[in-house]
């Protein structure tokens, strides 16, 4: 079983930066990738970067690549997703999800383990 602990959302104005932090508390697996999703109101939710644990290896959306970056912190279980020059666009809740995997997985599908979502606002 896996525990995903995401936070750091707020309220923002365009242009901003904000980090959102991913802490998993337990991890029963060798490896595993963490990615990021996003949802906003009335829409899908959808990929926006991951990271594997092993090597660091990261993957974007096109939507927020050059902005967006994820990595892992000095404590091996903790994640980071630094998101700058934000975007009304980009208000959304944020997701952290965990999949016992080895790849970069950008199929929501594919994370079995959920966070609770933070909310990330980004005003014009």
């Known amino acids: 079983q896996v525990v995903l602990d995401d936070s750091g959302g707020g309220v923002v104005q365009a242009g901003d930066s904000l980090r959102l932090s991913c802490a998993v508390h337990?991890?029963?697996?060798?490896?595993?990738?963490i990615g990021w999703f996003r949802q906003a109101p009335g829409k899908e939710r959808e990929f926006v970067a991951a990271i594997t644990w092993n090597d660091g290896r990261t993957a974007y959306a096109d939507s927020v690549r050059g902005r967006f970056s994820t990595s892992r912190g000095g404590a091996a279980n903790t994640f980071y997703l630094q998101m700058n020059s934000l975007k009304p666009e980009d208000t959304a809740v944020y997701f952290c999800?965990?999949?016992?995997?080895?790849?970069?997985?950008?199929?929501?599908?594919?994370?079995?383990?959920w966070g609770q979502g933070t909310q990330v606002t980004v005003l014009s």
């Open positions: 337990r991890r029963d697996f060798i490896s595993f990738t």
């Open positions: 999800a965990a999949a016992m995997s080895y790849s970069i997985l950008t199929d929501l599908d594919e994370y079995k383990f």
